[in-house]
C-alpha cells in the first residue's frame, strides 16, 4: 500500500514559469513533510519541509503548501529556472520520533529555456 | 554532503557473486539507511541502523544483509547477487526531523 504518492511522473514548464509538483498522502498520522531533488549520477538533496501544524512554508522560489483535509501537499517554485530540472521526491515521517521516511515515487520536472 | 561517502560509485559483477557495499559518515549520526532507486518504484528501504550492531529490515530486505559495527559504517552485502539487483544503491543518514535525511552520491551497480 502506497502511503505517499506522486502522480504525475513528469512534468515539463517554460522557464520563468510556475511549477506546481503534487503529493499525496493516506496516514493522517504523518507530521511533518519533507521534499528532496536529485539530480542524474547524484543522490537525492533536502529541498524544503513542512509541520503538520503549519499550511505553508517558504524558502526563496520554492513554497510548500499543505492541506490536511485532502491529505495533499503541493511544491511550488516561482520562477522555474533550467537549473530546476530534476526529479523531485516527496517523503512523510511520522508522529512519535519515527525516523523512518516514506518516499513518493517521484516526478521529473524539466524546465524548459 | 561531504559527510556521506559510498564506495564504489560504481561496480560490475557477476551473477552469484557476493558484493559488498560500503557507507562512511563522519556525522556521528545514529540511524543510517540503505536504499534502492529503480525506475518507476522511486526509493525503496532495504535496510537500516538504528545503532550499532542495531539493524532492522526495510521493504525490499530478501537478498541483502548489513552489518554496523562502528557507529561510521552501514555494510550492505548481496550474497548471491542477481540481475534483479541491479540498481542504484543509496546511504542515508538521519538529520533530524526538519531534514530528514542526508544521502550519499551512490552506487551503480550491475549484475550480469
Known amino acids: 500500500d502506497q502511503q505517499v504518492k506522486q502522480n504525475s511522473p513528469s512534468l515539463s514548464v517554460q522557464e520563468g514559469r510556475i511549477s506546481i509538483l503534487n503529493c499525496d498522502y493516506t496516514n493522517s498520522m504523518f507530521d511533518y513533510f519533507l521534499w528532496y531533488k536529485k539530480y542524474p549520477a547524484e543522490g537525492p538533496t533536502f529541498l524544503i519541509s513542512i509541520s503538520s501544524i503549519k499550511d505553508k512554508n517558504e524558502d526563496g522560489r520554492f513554497t510548500v503548501f499543505l492541506n490536511k483535509s485532502a491529505k495533499h501537499l503541493s511544491l511550488h517554485i516561482v520562477p522555474s529556472q533550467p537549473g530546476d530540472s530534476a526529479v523531485y521526491f516527496c517523503a512523510a515521517s511520522l508522529q512519535g520520533g519515527s525516523e523512518k521516511l516514506v518516499f513518493g515515487k517521484g516526478t521529473k520536472l524539466t524546465v524548459n529555456p | 554532503d561531504a559527510g556521506i561517502t559510498q564506495s564504489p560509485r560504481h561496480k560490475v559483477t557477476e551473477t552469484g557473486t557476493p558484493v559488498t557495499l560500503r557507507c562512511h559518515q563522519t556525522?556521528?549520526?545514529?540511524?543510517m539507511y540503505w536504499y534502492r532507486q529503480d525506475p518507476g518504484h522511486g526509493l525503496r528501504l532495504i535496510h537500516y541502523?538504528?545503532?550499532?550492531?542495531?539493524?532492522d529490515k526495510g521493504e525490499v530486505s530478501d537478498g541483502y544483509s548489513v552489518s554496523r559495527s562502528k557507529t561510521e559504517d552501514f555494510l550492505l552485502t548481496l550474497e548471491s547477487a542477481t540481475s534483479s539487483q541491479t540498481s542504484v544503491y543509496f546511504c542515508a543518514t538521519y538529520r533530524g526531523q526538519y531534514y530528514g535525511y542526508t544521502f550519499g552520491s551512490g552506487t551503480r551497480l550491475t549484475v550480469v
Open positions: 541502523s538504528y545503532g550499532v550492531k542495531d539493524t
Open positions: 556525522e556521528n549520526h545514529r540511524y
